[in-house]
């Protein structure tokens, strides 16, 4: 191979690695705020319910459904009732369930 078709395979590796760890860095948010606003914000914005409005996030509506803890809502988000979409361990890690369960306690619960 030549030196020149040997560097544009190598510099084309450099970038796909490189544009990996962007991307695994960008699937992955920091904040609980950020993963809610991902994938919770849609049927739940404001902390509100699209579906079940009277539902909504707000401490009334969570100690109503006996969530007063962080690992309350991650149960939650594991086995959801009907309407809600079910997040497992392959779309929210164990740790990023807890940033956002956190976060809606403190955010929302109020």
Known sequence: ?????????????????????????????????????????VCHPNGGNVFKPKEDLSKASLEAHNIFKPEDIVKVMRNPGPLMTKFDTNTISDKDAMLVAEYILKKYNK
Do not use: H, R, Y
């Open 1 to 41: 191979m030549k030196k020149s078709a040997l560097f544009v395979v190598i510099a084309a590796a450099v970038i796909f690695c490189f544009s990996q760890t962007l991307l695994s860095e960008d699937k992955k948010p920091a904040t609980g705020e950020e993963i809610f606003n991902k994938f919770c914000s």
